[in-house]
């Protein structure tokens, strides 16, 4: 099967109802994503495809036709996007084993909606856990990036 | 591929290995390689700690891993403070057994407060070692000569200068350290003054952000290797099955099967494709055979068995004059029983490892925060000699507990030395939630009772930890895949824990056992250490409580607890209780605290009920008091903490936005267990298995606003010797309390069992007519 992920195509042999995540990690060596669950339940192994933050590890690799992109593909000439700009101003990562799906839900989330109230923030992120409960400084990053702030420090 | 700082630490071992300064001996001819053996760095010899390279840039190597706090930065701020280098000219290496001298790994909130010290003193050891060097290099006493950022000059005629590169780059120190353990090692220098340290008290940017944020950083779960394979294990279905037999020909028709292992109980299939592995591991047929009697009870009887049940031991006992006596002539006794579930680590990322048998060597790629441990621990299982086998620490998800009794580890080297190919072992989600170790569950008798005037003159508490065979390290009998093997031994006794105050009692009596479920080995309730194994529920108890006594005393559960505490003069040496009142008036001040009695309903807006709570602990050295304002919509039972604050003293801080974020996330993690987590079993398995069933904390639950306050109370604040104290895990034990009572502020109904899920709340209000 053929995936075009961050703009670049890529053959892979492999059985077409394997999980997407799988194929990104150890076949085409992108591991921002990651697995948490296998459920998607957590958002670890989020992508965005049309638009939309999906979860990787339950969508069967042979079903995506349109682009992936993924946590190595947002920067752009060398440059982060906003909110990886916010992420590093805010210091938001403890661990930092979710935050591939804290910015990638919440950049799906702005390019949809680029000034959220908090609530719409709230409910946005509902279903993107963190264990080390960051939540209080994502939200801080989003907003911040939300309000035109941006990210540098 | 092996990310390139782990290869640097390949490169340090030859470092080590040439400087001779391995403690053990080993053969010279097998001196360039990499494939071991690997024996352990000496703590006694400077260069196991800092290496100065020519360009005069340092790299620091400690024995500690960062489970997600910034520790690793503020190791580095503390080292270059001593050493006088710039920080921008460090780096530090955490947590590889063969590169780094063993300091234990993380636990106990202690990385600062003990082994900082340490760092501190080998760094201050290097600086001055190179002003001796200085000094002999320009013939002139060291009296002359000044330093900074790692150039040393000549005070009378600054031109003068020489690098810390150019006296010994890349060159070993060969200075001897002494101690009579590593975290007492020390050369001749003293640590400087608090005053005349510049990095330290600055929130320098954590340095491993930027590549945790950009996808760059490779973790323990990321390394491959060439020809590694990966493993799934297949758990028991009923907790003390019996593994009968299994069926091969049921995954036949999956591509790429290695081996399906099996040794006892212990069950894995392992496969050249990661995903063939997930899936076969699930198709797999297999024969169990349930125990004769049940492992537990059900979650919903479990305290019910647990005041019923005899101890196995009684843990801690604490007498202060007669309890009993004074209770007999209170005017006034309250009575009250608490009751904290198990709760899980519930790991953002299941446990995982990969292990590399190449070499007849085993190396264990990890993110195991006691990752000495676990190299200790593996070799004994294996039956191979520790000096064959290194844990390489990299990065994984927050600890807290969980991988100081690491089970993927032991696995995948067991696997790997099975099979004699790497072996990359994943747990699944229903694995780690189901068969995680937990937090103890508790339940306690608690009795105090008031004078005439409402002063506390007697306390009794009663506590049952459900701890017994406490499995909370990595011993190589007690993981879970050696259980499952057969492997047993004298269990655990466990433990248990009373509350931990500086109030004034003239009479107390606390006591503390430990029960067992009927299962103990291969069962999925094993305790192990969370986050201050036993402190969350002890302060949930121990503080609901004196809210409690309080509100029957008519009296403000601040000044109340005031009270408690100035009641002598007399202080420890940790000056704990002057601390504790310099945290409890900082909070109340924080938050604008009006004085009032408890359980004083304010009018509802709509379905809301608003109240506020206040709660507060002390752990080793380290106090905080913690106050909650929830709003409670009386509808439907659910709870909002709409704001926290806190007001913390761990003595000197290192980085002060750093310690901020790991005690937001501290608080709002017992959030999480105060309101949502809990382990819910049958009588023959664990039924909560992921995040569903063990639900965590959300965005939506987030405060509006966290305020933390940073306390100095020490009696002398700005003294040169402030010592630098823990700041981890005091932070989650006060919260569940602080949450309770704000929920009683709040309803006037008074929750003595955690979580407290809509449900449950909703009941108590219905019963409450709230």
């Not at chain 2, 320098?204 to 390394?223: C, E, M, N, Q, T």
């Not at chain 2, 309890?323 to 006794?333: D, E, H, I, N, T």
Request: hydrophobic fraction near 40%; glycine fraction near 8%; include cysteine.
């Amino acid at each position: 099967m053929t995936l075009k992920v961050n703009g670049k195509n890529h053959t892979v042999d492999a059985d077409p109802t394997t999980p997407l995540l799988y194929i990104l990690r150890n076949d085409l060596n992108l591991q921002g994503p990651r697995f948490g669950c296998g459920l998607g339940q957590c958002g670890a192994c989020t992508v965005i495809i049309n638009g939309v933050a999906t979860r990787s590890c339950i969508l069967p690799a042979g079903s995506v036709k349109a682009e992936i992109t993924t946590l190595e593909g947002l920067a752009k000439n060398g440059k982060l996007h906003p909110l990886q700009e916010a992420w590093i101003a805010e210091q938001v990562p403890a661990c930092g084993f979710c935050q591939n799906g804290q910015i990638m839900t919440a950049k799906a989330l702005l390019d949809k909606n680029p000034h959220p109230t908090d609530q719409q923030i709230r409910d946005g992120m509902a279903n993107t856990l963190c264990r080390c409960m960051t939540y209080y400084r994502v939200q801080a990053a989003i907003k911040k990036v939300a309000s035109g702030k941006g990210g540098a420090a | 591929m092996i990310p390139a700082h782990i290869e640097e630490t390949l490169s340090r071992r030859n470092f080590l290995r040439t400087a001779g300064l391995l403690a053990v001996t080993f053969s010279t001819s097998n001196a360039q390689t990499t494939s071991g053996p690997y024996p352990d760095p000496s703590y006694k010899q400077l260069d196991s700690w800092i290496v100065i390279h020519p360009n005069s840039t340092a790299t620091f190597y400690v024995g500690k891993t960062d489970c997600g706090q910034g520790t690793g930065t503020a190791y580095r701020q503390m080292m270059c403070d001593e050493l006088d280098l710039a920080y921008d000219r460090s780096t530090l290496i955490m947590g590889s057994s063969d590169t780094t001298v063993d300091q234990g790994g993380s636990g106990g909130s202690d990385g600062i407060q003990v082994d900082g010290w340490p760092m501190r003193r080998a760094a201050a050891e290097a600086r001055r070692v190179l002003l001796d060097m200085a000094s002999q290099r320009f013939n002139l006493p060291v009296a002359q000569l000044a330093v900074a950022n790692g150039v040393i000059s000549v005070k009378a005629s600054p031109y003068q200068t020489v690098t810390y590169g150019d006296l010994i780059g890349g060159k070993r120190f060969n200075v001897p350290l002494t101690g009579a353990n590593v975290d007492s090692t020390t050369g001749l220098a003293k640590v400087k003054p608090v005053q005349d340290l510049k990095y330290v008290g600055q929130s320098l940017p954590r340095y491993d952000i930027p590549a945790k944020v950009d996808g760059s950083l490779k973790w323990a779960v990321d390394v491959k290797l060439p020809g590694m394979v990966h493993a799934r294990n297949i758990k028991p279905p009923f907790a003390g099955a019996k593994l009968i037999s299994f069926d091969e020909a049921s995954i036949r028709t999956i591509p790429g099967l290695v081996k399906v292992v099996s040794k006892g109980n212990y069950l894995a299939v392992v496969f050249e494709r990661e995903e063939n592995a997930v899936k076969a591991a699930r198709q797999l047929k297999a024969e169990w055979q349930k125990p004769a009697s049940a492992p537990f009870p059900a979650s919903e009887d479990l305290f019910k068995y647990m005041r019923a049940a005899t101890p196995t031991a009684t843990d801690r006992q604490v007498v202060i004059g007669d309890a009993a006596a004074a209770l007999a002539k209170a005017a006034k006794v309250v009575e009250a029983e608490y009751d904290v579930p198990y709760q899980g680590h519930t790991a953002f990322a299941p446990a995982h490892a990969l292990a590399d048998p190449s070499n007849g060597q085993m190396t264990v790629y990890s993110n195991d925060m006691k990752s000495y441990g676990m190299r200790n621990g593996i070799a004994r299982f294996l039956g191979m000699p520790r000096e064959q086998v290194r844990v390489v620490w990299m990065e994984g998800p927050q600890g807290f507990g969980r991988t100081a009794a690491d089970d993927a580890g032991f696995e995948a080297a067991f696997l790997a030395k099975e099979l004699n190919r790497p072996v990359r072992v994943q747990w699944m989600r229903h694995e780690e939630t189901a068969w995680d170790t937990k937090g103890p569950a508790y339940t306690f008798k608690m009795k105090g009772g008031l004078d005439a005037q409402g002063n506390l003159t007697a306390f009794e508490s009663e506590s049952q930890a459900a701890d017994h065979h406490h499995v909370g390290y990595n011993e190589f009998d007690t993981v879970l895949i050696s259980q499952l093997m057969g492997t047993r031994r004298a269990p655990n006794r466990g433990g248990g824990a009373v509350p931990d105050d500086r109030y004034t009692i003239p009479n107390r009596r606390m006591t503390s056992h430990v029960v067992s479920m009927p299962l103990v080995w291969e069962t999925p309730l094993r305790t192990g250490n969370l986050r201050d194994p036993n402190g969350p529920q002890v302060t949930f108890a121990s503080e609901s409580f004196i809210d409690e006594l309080a509100f029957a005393a008519k009296a403000d559960p601040v000044e109340f607890r005031l009270r408690l505490l100035e009641a002598t003069k007399d202080d420890d040496a940790g000056f704990k209780r002057v601390r504790s009142i310099a945290c409890i008036k900082a909070a109340a001040k924080a938050y604008a605290w009006e004085a009032r009695p408890a359980g004083n309903p304010q009018a509802a807006v709509g379905d809301i009920l608003t109240g506020r709570g206040i709660a507060y602990g002390v752990r080793s050295q380290t106090v905080v008091a913690e106050i909650a304002e929830v709003e409670v919509n009386r509808m439907t039972g659910h709870v909002w903490v709409k704001r926290l604050v806190c007001a913390h003293d761990c003595g000197l801080i290192i980085n002060p936005e750093g310690l901020r974020r790991t005690l937001e996330g501290g608080m709002l993690h017992s959030l999480s267990r105060a309101l949502h987590e809990e382990v819910t079993f049958d009588t023959e398995k664990v039924t909560s298995t992921d995040w569903i069933s063990h639900p965590s904390l959300t965005h939506r639950d987030t405060p509006e606003k966290i305020d933390i306050v940073f306390v100095n109370g020490d009696p002398n604040p700005n003294r040169p010797d402030l010592p630098h104290y823990g700041g981890g895990e005091t932070i989650c034990k006060p919260l569940l309390a602080a949450v309770g009572n704000a929920i009683f502020d709040a309803t006037g109904v008074r929750l003595r069992r955690i979580p407290f899920r809509d449900a449950r709340v909703l009941a108590a209000l219905k019963t409450a007519r709230v």
